[in-house]
């Protein structure tokens, strides 16, 4: 029997901060998220960075938190649920940190007769923090826990014409009725040497403005270059003119070069030049989190009106849209339909 187990990035369980602690702890452990040895990594994220961090993320959290409960999660539910309705198979939901964690998720499809599961990592790029994680771990459960279980799992979906479609048209649709000079594609950032480390090839990433332009089988893996081509994508199916559109990246951590231009540093300098009325939108999130409402939507807007802006529009993530829904529905009942 076939089954869809949907995995999205995870939150605290609360606003509290012994429980935004604990999550990000089992976050910032991961050696895909923070890709240095085990003693520095374990002295970086237990001996510096919960000693300060998780107080000030706990009263990020408290500021978007709904009385459902974290967004993400609440969306991510809405999701799950509006995509069975339309699907044949069971889709279970579960979080790559905190709960429901993917061996719940497996344990639930299991109960229900599951052998064969499609891993949907809820991200349109590829990244070794994001969907690598997610597969390596559910690899490693499954060997433990389900060995008779089979898993595939949907590969990146950023250049998808469905996804373009669905992405250009929610766009479309937030702004209609707005007036804005810009738009602005702010990915998620990633420290570069992640870029350099998911390079098959060995030696075509180079990150120097050249190699996302130029065709390789390093692009399969490699998210910066994914990033732009979502952005050019769904530029053109809006048919955006040069200029009036651009790519940056947000929500970096540390002192180690990160993917460039950040979002933070780009807003502001729109502003500074002259830029009035500015909108963004974070496709490297299927679904608002803390990344999107906070530091976007409330931090992201105070910088740029502070600047000298006058409006600014966060556009939503696709979250549990129809058309979303009715594409993700699709590609489900396609693997589903396949002996």
């Not at 807007?301 to 006058?310: N, P, R, T, W, Y």
């Amino acid at each position: 029997m076939k089954g869809v187990l949907l995995v999205n990035l995870g939150s605290p369980d609360s606003t509290s901060t012994k429980d935004v602690r604990k999550y990000l702890d089992e976050f910032l452990m991961d050696e895909r998220v923070i890709d240095v040895p085990y003693l520095l990594r374990a002295f970086l994220v237990k001996g510096i960075i919960l000693n300060t961090r998780p107080k000030k993320s706990a009263a990020a959290y408290k500021k978007i938190w709904w009385d459902e409960g974290s967004p993400l999660i609440v969306l991510s539910k809405r999701l799950r649920d509006k995509t069975e309705k339309l699907t044949s198979v069971p889709i279970v939901l579960a979080m790559r940190y905190g709960n429901p964690s993917i061996q719940q998720g497996l344990q639930e499809l299991a109960d229900q007769g599951v052998d064969e599961v499609l891993i949907v990592p809820l991200y349109p790029q590829f990244a070794m923090a994001t969907t690598e994680t997610i597969l390596v771990l559910a690899e490693q459960i499954r060997k433990k826990h389900f060995p008779k279980m089979q898993f595939s799992h949907l590969p990146a979906f950023y250049k998808h014409p469905d996804y373009v479609r669905a992405l250009g048209d929610s766009i479309q649709s937030y702004l209609k009725d707005k007036s804005w000079d810009h738009l602005l594609f702010s990915y998620h950032g990633v420290p570069e040497r992640h870029i350099k480390k998911s390079d098959i090839t060995k030696s075509h990433c180079k990150i120097d403005g050249q190699c996302c332009q130029t065709a390789s089988p390093a692009h399969e893996f490699c998210y910066r270059h994914q990033c732009y081509e979502t952005t050019r994508l769904v530029a053109t199916y809006l048919g955006l003119k040069t200029g009036s559109y651009s790519t940056s990246f947000q929500s970096r951590l540390g002192r180690d070069p990160w993917l460039q231009p950040y979002t933070d540093q780009t807003i502001e300098k729109f502003a500074q030049d002259g830029v009035k009325k500015l909108a963004i939108v974070t496709p490297a999130f299927v679904s608002d989190c803390l990344e999107t409402l906070e530091e976007i939507g409330m931090e992201g807007k105070e910088e740029f009106i502070h600047a000298g802006g006058e409006q600014f529009h966060c556009v939503a993530c696709l979250n549990d849209d129809d058309a979303w829904v009715k594409t993700l529905s699709r590609w489900i009942d396609e693997w589903a339909a396949q002996n």
